[in-house]
């Protein structure tokens, strides 16, 4: 080749490339283009005249950690936006990921749209309102009574608490106006071990203003990115048209199945191209998964083809102390560790969550149920239906293509506060419940026929008497042994149900119990929110729900700790049942679940770290439990062994004495034949002796251990009164859920000693301060619907005034704890007294009502 052939060569080349980038540049700056536009907002409520800057997540309920009334109303939210041109042939729109719970946008002063819903993207064309410099405006408003969450155990946390985008596409685009979705949706009609196929069914809009010729483009790659499949349809659009396209691909032989365990995904990318020029005018890629699954009344759910049982948590999305503000980082974190610990499946509760959270779900590999909140009533509310509705599909059409979904819901304990069928309202509360419900599930069948619908219960048979069982899949939220019954009526009430209703698909849609690190007990019982308990509650529940084929699975109620502004309990603003504290730390009960789900890996740990400071007597024995999945265990306390047990519902329980001080403990077993080990340290303060000048603490009333995590000071469980030693007298022990104001120790004054007249503390002479708390809750703060009217355990009506005496010295006269209107609250007071006998004698004489104590404390001086 000469030198003149081959530079002609080159140059042709060179051209061809030039060429090249140049229609690729194009093609690129025609394309669709989304970024956030989070940062640079300002803010203010209601009423307020000065804004605050912020940036996106953002939410202005973090009152809801300090204060049962939280803000509930608007907000206004502004952003000054800068663009460096406006090109007549795009199209610009903003995507809001959620506000709630409703939200009206402006675009330079003038109104570009509204949204009802606090839980769903929504989409806005501001074509002809943006310029080159704009100011963006949204007031979102926590307060409607029109939408949906009118009641619930969770805080309508408000605020554009999601992401908040520009986007910009060419004149031809996929549809920008269906119920904030991408307008392409993807599906697996076949799915199975032999063959795959996929289908698409996208609508595109013209906005141009002539007839143009376009091709909707798929290319199908495997999970490895290898092109699998590319296929191009002509098809037209007529000036301001908006049409469907579908394409259904070639069998895809052998595909890689999606599972929890292995979830394998495939992509489609769908493009529309010019027809005339090739260019790509808009793009959406998407993730699929070939899975198909099925429920059955009496094997429980499959998963392509074999039985799977379902194994999950509830999850609440806040995480202090940005509430749902919430950064995608947080969303996949939390799959991870939901995964971390065994669960295949999640109920996403109680609203639909954000886009990376159902990515995570897809990627990581969890089945899910998703739902919009409806709950607890339906109201008498004009547009409140026509919102539930649109909320329906939003949720339905923004997340159809994520391969992890396998169940629609869309009411949850929706009887929960109706009038009881003897009331006179009754009658219309049951027929617009049922109206709505018979709606939302046709409107449900329509929009995706792929998925199963459900609905979650409290346990009450209305449910199924009234005809509200209209799902697919009956949920039940279930919480004997808690809010009440005992443990048995669980499985009592599951197996009635199913000898009942033979041909209705079950799964346990919540159960659980609350738990708070201070309060511990070795005899724990029902609402005494002991750790202990919890772990008694769980360790019942599980070992059923695993071992009965017609139960499909189950999601444990919840995955963490989270904000209730309303609840009040042992800890107020918090639902407390999680297997992890608001922090993502895991308490230990979320082992006991790893050690039963995760046969892949070998568990064991020492499930002493949420009591890892014990109090006792010297010599006594402390119950030291292990979870594990391993057949055999050793524990070694301080260097020497304490011997091997055999598990049994993946635990063990030693019982060893621990010394004075700090301990060492290592529990060590093997699988395998490869040595497993968990290290912990733990500290035994030894009883209070008044004789050696201790300070003695008692939780009056109260069967648990409460462990101030301020002080640090352990208060002792109550009990009688013998002779050397100390406690009550006489006195009924009670408890109430009320929140105790203006302590930080609230547990101590959640219980105490009704009707008491005595307390004796044997002690040597000498002199002694004597604390005594108090609450009066006579007037007990109005509690939540779902405590089930656990929260009415409380005093006699009566305000109560007595006299207190202690060593026969008047130290009280005519006292009331609630002087000067100061129900629920804390009252602590102190005396120095003489102790002459050798008995510190503290008596109290009813004057009206009866007498309380809720906790002493007593120290030699």
């Not at 709630?100 to 749209?113: L, P, W």
């Not at 990627?363 to 004009?382: C, M, N």
Request: a negative charge; aromatic letters at 10%; charged letters at 25%.
């Amino acid at each position: 080749m000469n030198m003149h052939i081959a530079l002609c060569l080159l140059t042709r080349k060179a051209f061809l490339i030039l060429v090249s980038l140049a229609f690729f540049t194009f093609s690129a700056s025609a394309q669709r283009m989304m970024k956030t536009i989070n940062d640079g907002w300002d803010f203010r409520k209601d009423g307020e005249t000065r804004w605050q800057p912020i940036n996106l997540p953002h939410t202005f309920n973090l009152d809801a950690y300090s204060q049962r009334n939280y803000y509930q109303g608007k907000g206004e939210y502004r952003k000054k936006l800068s663009l460096s041109e406006i090109a007549p042939t795009k199209r610009y729109y903003l995507k809001i990921d959620a506000a709630s719970k409703a939200a009206d946008v402006k675009v330079n002063g003038q109104v570009a749209g509204s949204h009802a819903g606090g839980y769903s993207a929504f989409i806005l064309d501001v074509t002809g309102l943006i310029r080159e410099n704009n100011e963006i405006e949204i007031t979102v408003d926590n307060a409607r009574r029109d939408i949906t969450p009118l009641w619930a155990d969770f805080t309508f946390w408000g605020g554009i608490y999601r992401d908040v985008w520009l986007i910009t596409t060419p004149e031809q685009h996929f549809n920008m106006a269906n119920y904030g979705s991408t307008g392409v949706f993807v599906s697996t009609p076949v799915a199975n071990e032999r063959e795959g196929v996929v289908q698409v069914k996208a609508e595109v809009t013209n906005d141009a203003d002539s007839r143009i010729r376009l091709k909707m483009q798929n290319r199908i790659y495997d999970a490895q990115g290898k092109l699998l499949q590319t296929n191009a349809q002509p098809f037209s659009l007529k000036a301001g048209e908006t049409a469907t396209v579908e394409y259904k691909s070639d069998v895809i032989d052998n595909p890689q199945l999606w599972t929890p365990e292995m979830p394998t995904l495939y992509r489609v990318v769908t493009a529309i191209v010019n027809a005339k020029t090739g260019e790509v005018l808009d793009e959406i890629s998407n993730k699929i998964g070939f899975r198909w699954f099925s429920f059955d009344a009496d094997k429980g759910f499959s998963l392509n083809g074999k039985p799977y049982k379902l194994r999950g948590v509830n999850r609440h999305q806040d995480q202090a102390p940005v509430g749902v503000a919430i950064d995608d980082e947080v969303n996949r974190r939390d799959i991870r560790q939901i995964k971390e610990i065994g669960c295949n499946f999640i109920r996403i509760s109680h609203y639909p969550q954000d886009d990376a959270l159902l990515d995570a779900c897809d990627e990581l590999g969890l089945l899910a149920w998703e739902e919009i909140p409806i709950i607890d009533i339906v109201p008498d509310t004009p547009g409140y239906d026509d919102h539930c509705e649109m909320n329906l599909v939003e949720m339905i059409r923004q997340h159809y293509n994520h391969p992890c979904i396998m169940a629609w819901g869309y009411m949850n304990e929706i009887l929960l506060i109706a009038p009881t069928p003897d009331k006179p309202e009754w009658p219309a509360v049951r027929d617009r419940t049922v109206k709505l419900a018979q709606r939302l599930e046709k409107r449900l069948k329509e929009e995706d026929s792929s998925r199963v619908s459900v609905m979650a219960f409290h346990g009450s048979d209305l449910y199924n008497t009234i005809g509200l069982a209209l799902g697919d899949v009956a949920g039940w939220n279930l919480y004997q042994g808690w809010y009440f019954g005992e443990l048995p009526h669980f499985e009592q009430w599951l197996e009635d149900q199913h000898a009942r209703y033979p041909h209705r698909p079950i799964i346990v849609s919540e159960w659980g119990a609350g738990s708070d690190k201070r309060i511990h007990s070795v005899k724990g019982r029902p609402f005494d929110f002991s750790m202990e308990y919890q772990q008694e509650y769980i360790e019942h529940y599980l070992p059923y729900i695993e071992n009965n084929d017609y139960i499909a699975g189950c999601a444990y109620w919840g995955y963490v700790d989270f904000n209730v502004a309303a609840r009040q309990e042992s800890m107020p603003r918090v639902n407390n049942k999680g297997l992890f504290y608001n922090d993502r730390t895991p308490k230990d009960i979320a082992y006991y679940f790893k050690a039963m789900w995760r046969k892949d890996v070998p568990v064991l740990h020492i499930a002493s770290r949420d009591w890892a400071l014990r109090t006792g007597k010297a010599g006594e024995e402390h119950p030291i439990k292990i979870y594990t999945n391993l057949d055999e265990v050793e524990l070694i306390l301080n260097g020497a062994s304490c011997g091997k047990q055999c598990t049994s519902n993946y635990n063990t329980i030693f019982r060893v004495k621990l010394p004075e001080g700090n301990s060492s403990l290592v529990a060590r077993g093997y699988r395998n034949g490869v040595l497993v080990e968990d290290v912990m340290m733990m500290t035994l303060a030894l009883f209070p002796d008044l004789h050696q000048g201790d300070e003695l603490a008692v939780n009056v009333g109260s069967n648990c251990y409460f462990i101030s995590d301020v002080s640090h000071l352990t208060w002792l469980p109550d009990r009688p009164y013998t002779a050397g030693e100390w406690g009550y007298v006489n006195g009924k022990g009670r408890s109430t859920t009320s929140e105790i104001y203006n302590t930080v120790d609230g547990p101590v004054y959640q219980t105490w000693m009704e009707d008491i007249t005595e307390y004796k503390i044997d002690a040597p002479a000498g002199t002694y301060e004597v604390e005594l708390l108090m609450a009066d809750v006579s007037r007990p703060a109005r509690q939540q619907a779902n405590l089930l009217g656990k929260g009415d355990e409380r005093a006699s009506a009566v305000s109560k005034r007595f006299d207190i005496t202690i060593c026969g010295e008047v130290v009280e006269q005519n006292f009331s704890p609630a002087d000067n209107n100061r129900y629920l609250n804390a009252c602590r007071r102190r005396y120095i007294v003489n102790n002459n006998d050798g008995c510190i004698d503290i008596r109290f004489t009813p004057l009206q009502g009866k007498p309380v104590l809720s906790g002493l404390k007593v120290r030699r001086l």
